[in-house]
């Protein structure tokens, strides 16, 4: 194992023991748990499965609304090359919605695994 991969290891290793530490040191102040976000009903879905988007181009029309979901044990993040959307890292259930109000070609990635891509084709 080389030590790039090593160090890449070890930095996931951290973020996901470090999110996990907060969300565990959290107040149980609330009574019920959020409701898990859905995409709706015919609106395109990326999943995130086995480290890649599946999915990944996807040609939706101006003003269309897209939701990644995770299903990974891992966490994983969307993040635009050109910088208009970056999503908070996403948990296994996690989503993350993004409504593309301009045509173009955006072209995004995970940052925790960049060799994770995805194109959304906006017309």
């Not at 890449?8 to 973020?15: G, N, S, T, W």
């Not at 969300?23 to 890649?52: H, K, L, R, Y």
């Amino acid at each position: 194992m080389n030590t790039t991969l090593i160090r890449q290891c070890a930095r996931q290793l951290a973020i996901a023991l470090a999110v996990k530490g907060l969300i565990g040191a959290m107040p149980f102040a609330c009574a019920e748990e959020p409701a898990q976000q859905v995409a709706a009903i015919g609106a395109p879905v990326v999943s995130i499965d086995n480290f890649a988007f599946n999915k990944d181009t996807l040609t939706v029309p101006v003003g269309t609304k897209v939701t990644w979901m995770n299903h990974d044990d891992m966490l994983h993040t969307i993040v635009d090359e050109g910088k208009s959307f970056k999503s908070d890292p996403l948990d296994n259930g996690d989503s993350f919605s993004h409504v593309f109000d301009k045509p173009g070609t955006y072209k995004y990635f995970c940052s925790l695994h960049p060799h994770m891509t995805g194109t959304i084709i906006v017309r």
